[in-house]
């Protein structure tokens, strides 16, 4: 920038409201002009960390930025990160904004509710306390199930708080006890959500027909947590190579073989030829649907297949 631009006021403006953050190239005295800070906090709350310290303790210029950016509030002044209204305004535009309020906001029910609600993670940041308040964590794990891992001990084993946070994040499930891990109804709202929840159920619930359906109907991979007498069951294995053909991996030998279970995986994904019994790699029919899915699953098909004209056809065509 040259120095006619620097000096020329109404320039300056006009740039900062493109890019806020060009306020950093400015000098000190820029730095200190109340109407150019306010143009590029407003074009990006964080252009508030160029501003002069007199303006970052300026509470009105404080509020613009945090209307464009919540975390903004780092660059505030000590004073107004006590400011219960500032710190409101912060929160409820980045609920991540609390991290920087102070303590005594950070154990404010008002403010920490009113972080959650935009962010669920802000849980992370509240007092300890607040914590352990069920009003303040049910609202966290609405918003982010996983928020569950910041919750006191006690709240990690509350069953409503638990099947809340599973609704709406299965692998919530990863932070409560081994009680609520087989608990049945938990497990299954876990495993609708996000069928790889399935990993933290209890060893009893992964033999659970019903519960694995779910799982591998949510994501086929899920397979691999189910119990093994589960991955040589036809109808679950079909149901999970229907999701995710790689799947087959995981099912027992005797499906890898099954030529209705492998069709249904190479046309979901051609690379599940891979997983296929050598039987199955040189059946034309399951070879042709897989090179129609993936070219590059032709390596996988047998020998006497690698210069087959057609295959080739589909297979160039990748």
Known sequence: MDDKLKTDRYEIIATVSKDGLA????????KSDREVVIAAVKQDGMALFHANDNLKADRAVVMMALDQDGTALVHADETLKMDRE?????????????????????????????????????????????KDDREIVFEAVRSQGQALGYASHLLKTDREI????????????SYTDDNLKANREIVLEAVEQDGFALYHASDNLKADREVVIKAVRNQGMALDYAEDSLKADREIVLEAVRNQGKALGYAAEKLRANR?????AVQQNGWALEYADDGLKADRKIVLEAVKNSGWSLRYASEEFQEDDELLKFAQGF
């Open 86 to 130: 500032v710190v409101l305004a912060a929160v409820k535009q980045r609920g991540e904004a609390l991290q920087f309020a102070d303590n005594i906001l950070k154990a404010d029910q008002e403010v920490v509710l009113a972080a959650l609600k935009q962010d669920g993670y802000a849980l992370e940041y509240c007092d300890d306390t607040l």
């Open 162 to 173: 638990v099947l809340e946070a599973v609704k709406s994040s299965g692998v919530a499930l």
């Open 23 to 30: 306020l950093e190239t400015m000098s000190e005295m820029i």
């Open 260 to 264: 209705e279970v492998v069709l249904e």
